[in-house]
């Protein structure tokens, strides 16, 4: 066995997965699961949950449908899919409320919802039933690390405008003093998430039309 | 007609061999995704299979979830009654216990605020008199209507009877909150009418 092939394979993977964080980030750039990313980005330790939930839910249901691609018949092909990733869904919220129950109530509806989140349909509909097993689970690492880098970003504005200070799983990492006093409130607010989200947004596409020239 | 027999036969045929036929798989495998009822198993082997996994997770995970209920109610308890050491539920109202003897009850109640619904929970004392109140949650003007859930206005309640509640416009012991008359006056009723039925219901099992 020569070694060029598995590095090859190797190189693929990480390709992949780098993909899936940069030129294909499903917020920035597909614009995909908007709806989590505006409503669960009010603090760091929320985005970091829902970040976490997406890439389990992604990674399970990427390999599960990745592994029965010969086997799924094209007619009843979505179907499955949502009974795969609703299950994943159902594990999850199962084991977030049994040990992690503060995360869970914080994440509320957004949690179930996340059987309806457009990024994980989408990638087993566009990527893992086309995929081998090994791509898809590097496009899931990818995509799913992609989606909660882009919460983390969104909620890191709001949190630290919205309340002064910036907080990590209950430790004050810093607070800015004349703004913790009397915070722009306006951030938490939806509003708030709708102006964040779209200046990255614009951003993003900024930075892609100056690196494409 | 008999096409769709043969079809539905061929099928049986299929599962019944499905041991036999596994080396000749590729041929297998053709005729079974080319059944007109392959689709239609297909989708209920697998949501057999996803119902089974998550029953399995659901009771190994169902003890740690009750527990992390039980825990969370308790410590809204520990808010009004401290020295709580375990609470009972009878349908719409707990009662709380310390040293095996009820030192109390608690129950929710629900008012129409400015802003929309707000939750309380309410501790009594064994002699009916309110003990203290607290806001679970409400949806009112931040700044103003949130106020209610400030000490200066829920301390006003204790040690009250049902009686003695109304706002001290209508005669009873509770101060409104300046700009804040509605979520005041919503607060008060909810506490007061609840107060009222719970204490009925309980008098009535004492019987």
Same mark, same amino acid.
């Given at each position: 066995?020569?070694?060029?092939?598995?590095? =090859?394979?190797?190189?693929?993977?990480?390709?992949?997965?780098?993909? @899936?964080? *940069?030129?294909? #980030?499903?917020?920035?750039?597909?614009?995909?699961?908007?709806?989590?990313?505006?409503?669960?980005?009010? =603090?760091?330790?929320?985005?970091?949950?829902?970040?976490? @939930? *997406?890439?389990?839910?992604?990674?399970?249901? #990427?390999?599960?449908?990745?592994?029965?691609?010969?086997?799924?018949?094209?007619? +009843?092909?979505?179907?499955?899919?949502?009974? +795969?990733?609703?299950?994943?869904?159902?594990?999850?919220? /199962?084991?977030?409320?049994?040990? +992690?129950? /503060?995360?869970?109530?914080?994440?509320?509806?957004? /949690?179930?919802?996340?059987?309806? #989140?457009?990024?994980?349909?989408?990638?087993?509909?566009?990527?893992?039933s086309?995929?081998?097993?090994?791509m898809?689970?590097?496009?899931?690492?990818?995509?799913?690390?992609?989606?909660? *880098?882009?919460?983390?970003?969104v909620?890191?504005?709001?949190?630290?405008? @919205?309340?002064?200070?910036?907080?990590?799983? @209950? #430790?004050? *990492?810093?607070?800015?003093?004349?703004? =913790?006093?009397?915070?722009?409130?306006?951030?938490?607010?939806?509003?708030?998430?709708? /102006?964040?989200?779209?200046?990255?947004?614009?951003?993003?596409?900024?930075?892609?039309?100056?690196?494409?020239? | 007609?008999?096409?769709?027999?043969?079809?539905?036969? &061929?099928?049986?045929?299929n599962?019944?061999?499905n $041991?036999?036929?596994?080396?000749?798989?590729?041929?297998?495998?053709?005729?079974?995704?080319?059944?007109?009822?392959?689709?239609i198993?297909?989708?209920?082997?697998?949501?057999?299979?996803?119902?089974? %996994?998550?029953? %399995?997770?659901?009771?190994?995970?169902?003890?740690?979830?009750?527990?992390?209920?039980?825990?969370?109610i308790?410590?809204?308890?520990? !808010?009004?009654?401290?020295?709580?050491?375990?609470?009972?539920?009878r349908?719409?109202?707990?009662?709380?216990? $310390?040293?095996?003897?009820?030192?109390?009850?608690?129950?929710?109640?629900?008012?129409?605020?400015?802003?929309?619904?707000?939750?309380?929970?309410?501790?009594?004392? &064994?002699?009916?008199?309110?003990?203290?109140?607290?806001?679970?949650a409400?949806?009112?003007t931040?700044?103003?209507g949130?106020?209610?859930?400030?000490?200066?206005?829920?301390?006003?309640?204790?040690? %009250? &009877?049902? $009686?003695?509640?109304?706002?001290?416009?209508?005669?009873?012991?509770?101060?409104?909150?300046?700009?804040?008359?509605?979520? $005041?006056?919503?607060?008060?009723?909810? !506490?007061k009418?609840? %107060?009222?039925?719970?204490?009925?219901?309980?008098?009535?099992?004492?019987?």
């Open positions: 066995m020569t070694k060029s092939p598995e590095r =090859s394979v190797a190189k693929e993977f990480l390709k992949e997965v780098l993909k @899936g964080i *940069v030129a294909s #980030n499903p917020v920035f750039v597909l614009v995909l699961g908007l709806c989590p990313a505006l409503a669960v980005t009010i =603090s760091i330790d929320n985005a970091l949950g829902m970040g976490a @939930g *997406v890439l389990f839910v992604l990674l399970g249901s #990427n390999i599960i449908i990745s592994l029965i691609r010969k086997i799924t018949p094209g007619l +009843v092909r979505i179907p499955v899919f949502v009974v +795969v990733i609703a299950t994943f869904v159902t594990i999850l919220s /199962l084991v977030f409320e049994a040990y +992690v129950p /503060l995360l869970y109530k914080s994440l509320g509806i957004y /949690l179930p919802l996340i059987v309806v #989140n457009c990024i994980i349909l989408g990638r087993a509909e566009a990527f893992a086309k995929s081998t097993i090994l898809s689970t590097a496009d899931a690492i990818g995509i799913g690390i992609g989606f909660t *880098v882009a919460m983390l970003l909620s890191i504005f709001r949190e630290v405008l @919205g309340t002064g200070k910036l907080v990590v799983f @209950g #430790n004050t *990492v810093f607070s800015i003093p004349v703004l =913790s006093e009397s915070p722009l409130a306006f951030f938490i607010m939806p509003p708030g998430a709708f /102006l964040v989200l779209g200046l990255l947004l614009g951003l993003f596409r900024c930075l892609g039309v100056l690196k494409s020239e | 007609m008999e096409n769709n027999f043969s079809g539905g036969g &061929s099928n049986s045929n599962k019944n061999n $041991s036999k036929t596994i080396k000749n798989k590729t041929g297998f495998t053709e005729k079974m995704l080319k059944n007109r009822y392959y689709p198993v297909f989708l209920i082997i697998i949501v057999f299979v996803s119902v089974s %996994l998550v029953m %399995l997770l659901s009771n190994v995970t169902k003890a740690r979830i009750i527990a992390q209920r039980d825990e969370a308790i410590s809204q308890f520990k !808010v009004i009654f401290p020295d709580i050491q375990d609470y009972n539920s349908d719409v109202y707990y009662e709380i216990y $310390s040293g095996g003897a009820i030192i109390g009850y608690a129950f929710i109640a629900k008012g129409q605020g400015y802003g929309g619904e707000i939750s309380i929970l309410i501790g009594i004392n &064994s002699d009916f008199a309110v003990k203290k109140i607290t806001i679970i409400n949806t009112e931040p700044g103003l949130t106020k209610i859930s400030e000490n200066f206005f829920i301390d006003q309640f204790a040690g %009250l &009877s049902s $009686s003695e509640i109304s706002l001290a416009k209508d005669g009873g012991k509770i101060d409104a909150i300046t700009g804040a008359t509605i979520s $005041s006056q919503a607060v008060v009723n909810a !506490v009418n609840q %107060l009222e039925t719970i204490v009925e219901i309980i008098k009535g099992q004492q019987k």
